[in-house]
């Protein structure tokens, strides 16, 4: 049973390394490629509603929708980072030094933590800019993916 408990919390440390890694990489994206990622993304999912744009249409569309679209990126990026950090089984990593604190508190302080190297590193890439409102939306993020997993946990509970 300790070994599968093991292997389950490797795992979870290898998701949040990988989150972890797609973040940065995400976040090293010059500001001219980092808009021409979001804008393809909004071009392509407007074209399935709409086949018959006009070129000038389709770009006052996208210049309209990017903002709201990257903040949501944001969101949905350290959504899922919440839940893979909460998957880790702190207490087991730490021996039991952490009992005493809740995992959702760790689990958010230390998306939070990465939410703000994040934005730092930002700060050295051309174009790109810290920004304090997301880290706002990055944290909401990891606090949502926490709770997923939680409600994830009680549900696979409940099916047991």
């Not at 890694?21 to 909004?42: C, D, H, P």
């Not at 689990?107 to 933590?113: A, D, E, K, Q, R």
Request: with cysteine; glycine share 6%; charged share 15%.
């Amino acid at each position: 049973m300790e070994k599968n408990k093991n292997i389950t919390n490797t795992i979870w440390i290898l998701a949040v390394i990988i989150w972890m890694i797609i973040v940065f990489y995400f976040s090293s994206q010059v500001s001219e490629a980092s808009g021409n990622t979001s804008g393809s993304l909004i071009s392509f999912f407007l074209t399935i509603f709409k086949k018959d744009w006009s070129a000038q249409e389709l770009a006052n569309t996208i210049e309209v929708l990017q903002p709201f679209v990257r903040k949501l990126a944001h969101f949905t990026l350290y959504a899922i980072g919440g839940f893979v950090i909460y998957g880790v089984d702190i207490n087991s990593l730490a021996e039991n030094k952490y009992k005493y604190i809740n995992k959702f508190t760790l689990s958010t302080v230390f998306g939070l933590l990465y939410a703000i190297s994040d934005e730092i590193h930002q700060h050295f890439v051309p174009g790109r800019a810290p920004g304090i409102l997301d880290v706002c939306i990055d944290t909401l993020g990891i606090i949502f993916g926490c709770c997923l997993h939680i409600i994830f946990n009680k549900l696979k509970k409940l099916l047991k």
